[in-house]
């Protein structure tokens, strides 16, 4: 397993990837993974853009995507690593999302995908990432838990749900 810069050349087995978790219905995350690949190209280089800083929306931050691939070069999960923290960041995006796709979770991908991410994290200079995730998903604080993830104050949103927030240290 490893992660890998979006790329063109993965277009179908990325495509695979997308269809299945929309065909799954459940939401999409990390959000990049929203992105329309329609034109395949165009998704891939907003995608390098973002990491730049490039065109960003108001209120955006760069953030670097990867895929999470295996041997046979299979998009197994996503994650998109945010270069700093926003107040809607700090309190329910975190510096990290990631996702797995429908068919390979329960494999510990996810623990995988999150500690590739950390590294990633610290060579985009950042010294302690937050990662979040909703109360109700307890693989995901598994996970997190797993890579060293401390807990800190949850955050509660204006329907309810509370968000799980946990620091690691780089």
Not at 21 to 43: L, R, Y
Not at 52 to 63: A, H, M, R, T
Request: hydrophobic share 35%.
């Amino acid at each position: 397993m490893k992660l890998v810069e979006p790329d063109i050349v993965l277009e179908e087995s990325y495509l695979s990837f997308y269809k299945e978790w929309k065909d799954s219905g459940e939401t999409m995350i990390p959000w990049v993974i929203e992105k329309d690949p329609s034109n395949f190209q165009a998704m891939v280089q907003g995608l390098h853009n973002d990491a730049k800083g490039i065109d960003l929306p108001e209120g955006f931050v760069p953030g670097s995507t990867y895929w999470l691939i295996d041997q046979e070069n299979k998009v197994i999960g996503a994650v998109n690593i945010r270069h700093a923290l926003t107040e809607p960041l700090r309190n329910a995006g975190g510096h990290i999302g990631y996702g797995i796709r429908p068919s390979e979770r329960r494999k510990g991908y996810a623990t995988e995908l999150l500690r590739l991410s950390l590294e990633k994290s610290k060579e985009l200079g950042i010294p302690r990432a937050l990662v979040v995730c909703d109360e109700i998903n307890t693989g995901s604080m598994k996970t997190i838990l797993n890579n060293g993830g401390v807990e800190d104050e949850d955050f509660i949103e204006k329907d309810g749900n509370v968000v799980k927030r946990y620091w690691i240290e780089l």
